[in-house]
């Protein structure tokens, strides 16, 4: 167990000398980690997608557009071939149960605090 001890600290003093020796001091170095930090990246992006998720959560869900044929000749493809022949076109809109749209949106925001939660814990954790 020493030998791993002694190879911890001499290597602790090689990277403790060659930061010395570089002259960047505590804000330089602390700045660097911070931007070449591949995690704290990913969280903060996780963060502003669940923050726009909360926006998207509070709107109703986008319309649809239907389309429908009946009765529709396949052999000549005339329309007044048969008078039972029927085009139908509209749209749909569906409503969600009053309060829902409140609840996913107070869930997504919930989310998307904790994502930024993490996101300070990660840069506290690096800048330690």
């Not at 000749?73 to 809109?93: C, L, N, S």
Request: proline share 5%.
């Amino acid at each position: 167990m020493s030998r791993i001890a002694f190879a911890a600290t001499l290597l602790w003093l090689v990277a403790a000398r060659a930061t010395m020796a570089s002259g960047f001091d505590l804000q330089t170095v602390e700045h660097l980690a911070l931007q070449s930090d591949a995690g704290l990246a990913a969280l903060s992006a996780r963060a502003e997608a669940l923050a726009e998720q909360a926006v998207a959560e509070a709107q109703l869900p986008d319309p649809k557009l239907k389309l429908g044929l009946n009765n529709f000749p396949t052999d000549t493809f005339h329309r007044r071939q048969e008078p039972m022949t029927q085009v139908q076109v509209g749209v749909v809109q569906a409503f969600p149960a009053p309060g829902t749209l409140g609840h996913r949106e107070a869930q997504a925001t919930s989310l998307a605090r904790a994502a930024d939660a993490a996101v300070a814990e990660r840069r506290l954790a690096l800048l330690r």
